[in-house]
């Protein structure tokens, strides 16, 4: 499953994972807030939860996080 995200999703992740906020995310990764909220939904369907919190729990229930 985790070879499913891409790069910049494991980014987000780890990056809501630390708390960071949808426009704290962007200025890390250098893209819009826009765009981290795509990839925030394209993990939460990867991942088949609904929001900051599950994904961040089921991500650390796999062990992809740092």
Same mark, same amino acid.
């Not at 088949?48 to 599950?54: E, H, I, S, T």
């Given at each position: @499953?985790?070879? #499913? $995200?891409?790069? #910049?999703?494991?980014?987000t992740?780890?990056? =809501?994972?630390? #708390?960071?906020?949808? /426009?704290?995310?962007? #200025?890390? $990764?250098g =893209?819009?807030?826009?765009? %981290? /909220?795509?990839? $925030? /939904?394209?993990?939460?369907? /990867? $991942?088949? %939860?609904?929001g900051? @919190?599950?994904? %961040?729990?089921?991500?650390?229930?796999?062990?992809?996080?740092?």
């Amino acid at each position: @499953m985790a070879s #499913r $995200l891409t790069e #910049r999703e494991h980014q987000t992740l780890q990056l =809501i994972a630390d #708390r960071f906020s949808n /426009k704290e995310s962007a #200025r890390a $990764l250098g =893209i819009s807030a826009e765009t %981290v /909220k795509w990839h $925030l /939904k394209q993990l939460y369907e /990867k $991942l088949q %939860v609904n929001g900051r @919190m599950q994904a %961040v729990n089921q991500a650390r229930k796999w062990q992809w996080l740092t």
